[in-house]
């Protein structure tokens, strides 16, 4: 695989997008996610293009089934070979970024995801959600290692120590804590 721009990789955030189960709500959501993945493109269009990268300008569009509901978070693993995304449909997903294939699905009770980290080592995801819990999965088996009653209302941001022992949360209770 070919080095990218930071702003360019070959796999958009488009390739989410789920169109089935054309309701008017889905139509409005398919529209919004649709509108952001054209801002994401021509942001790399433009990005590339200003970095002197004409050849490199051209985004990649992959469009998969996945998701049912908005994505919420995303999160790049195993040193960018794979991505963790979080979604209002109560899942996280793991993503091949090359192929753009789902890897695995997390779920059981996870409630509407709102944020999403990898552990440095990329063996641990975490997953905060509206109702203020956090998840922690085991990347390799899928396994559920941790829930935590976190914070008072959605987390709303996650990130791990660089040496990966300490989760740290941020909420809408205006707290940050540490796991």
Known sequence: MKNHHPFHYPLSPCFLIHTDNSTPS???STLARLTTCFVVMLLSLLANV???RAEEARPELVLQ????????AVAFGGAGKWLASGSADNTVKLWDTETGREL???????????????????????????????????VTTGNE?????AHAGSVTSLA????GA?????????TVKLW
Request: proline share 3%; hydrophobic share 40%; no cysteine.
């Open 26 to 28: 889905r139509v409005r």
């Open 50 to 52: 200003a970095a002197g």
């Open 65 to 72: 089934a996945g998701h049912t509901m908005r994505i919420e």
């Open 104 to 138: 695995r699905t997390m779920s059981g009770e996870t409630g509407w995801v709102k944020s999403v980290a990898v552990s440095p080592d990329s063996k641990l995801v975490a997953a905060g959600n509206l109702k203020g819990a956090i998840k922690v999965w085991d």
């Open 145 to 149: 290692l941790r829930n935590i009653a």
């Open 160 to 163: 791990f120590s660089p040496d």
């Open 166 to 174: 300490t989760l740290a949360s941020g909420g809408v209770d205006t």
